[in-house]
Antibody, heavy 118, light 110 residues
Framework: EVQLLESGGGLGQPGGSLRLSCAASGFTFSRYSMVWVRQAPGKGLEWVSGVTSDGTPYYEDSVRGRVTVSRDNSKNMLYMQINSLRTGDTAIYYC????????????WGQGTLVTVSS | QSVLTQPPSVSAAPGQKVTISCSGSSSNIGIKDVSWYQKFPGTVPKLLIYENDKRPSGIPDRFSGSKSGTSATLGITGLQTGDEADYYCLTWDNSLRAGVFGGGTKLTVL
């Protein structure tokens, strides 16, 4: 059974940093690209960042320069460091697998809530 | 403003058919496959359609997808009240070098 378990969410201060983690199991993690998707309160889904199986990162424009996505294939772990937190980063963050080249997600984590507030 | 444009809302009566459009450009839908997701409040998105028109195992054939040029369409027939949800399209944008979602469409089954 595929499982994606996010952690690291919580309350962050504007200008501060948070590191989200995602533990993957039940599939060959190293073979898949992985992505982070977020949903702000009352808003739609937003693709935030992604990383290919070999570690090449991709970022949505509004987070580029503030966010670093990475993975550790030896530990089946996905990470996303968010710096210079903004209130607009308040959202549920989902970890998901990405079928690169076919452009779809079939497995999602349950999400971790990030709240940015002073 | 989303790169992919969806109508904010659609509605239809139970048993009827509805279509949801997703309009993009030559840097995304025009050259990439599209997938569709159903999302209920407080739950995780669910894959309905991938590679434009394929249904994952377990998705009823009431759900269909198509793509033409720079637009994609999700069709739902035999509408049920349980279909009331938000629906999103997703693809890759070669110019942005990022994934892009549509803004989402709220389906109301009257």
């Amino acid at each position: 059974e595929v499982q994606l378990l996010e952690s690291g969410g919580g309350l962050g201060q504007p200008g501060g940093s948070l590191r989200l983690s995602c533990a993957a199991s039940g599939f060959t993690f190293s073979r898949y690209s992985m992505v982070w998707v977020r949903q702000a309160p009352g808003k739609g889904l937003e693709w935030v960042s992604g990383v290919t199986s070999d570690g090449t990162p991709y970022y949505e424009d509004s987070v580029r320069g503030r966010v670093t996505v990475s993975r550790d294939n030896s530990k089946n772990m996905l990470y996303m460091q968010i710096n210079s937190l903004r209130t607009g980063d308040t959202a549920i963050y989902y970890c998901a697998n990405w079928h690169a080249g076919k452009e779809y997600i079939d497995y999602w984590g349950q999400g971790t809530l990030v709240t940015v507030s002073s | 403003q989303s790169v992919l444009t969806q109508p904010p809302s659609v509605s239809a009566a139970p048993g009827q058919k509805v279509t949801i459009s997703c309009s993009g450009s030559s840097s995304n839908i025009g050259i990439k496959d599209v997938s569709w997701y159903q999302k209920f409040p407080g739950t995780v998105p669910k894959l309905l359609i991938y590679e434009n028109d394929k249904r994952p195992s377990g998705i009823p054939d009431r759900f269909s997808g198509s793509k033409s040029g720079t637009s994609a369409t999700l069709g739902i027939t035999g509408l049920q009240t349980g279909d009331e949800a938000d629906y999103y399209c997703l693809t890759w944008d070669n110019s942005l070098r990022a994934g892009v979602f549509g803004g989402g469409t709220k389906l109301t089954v009257l």
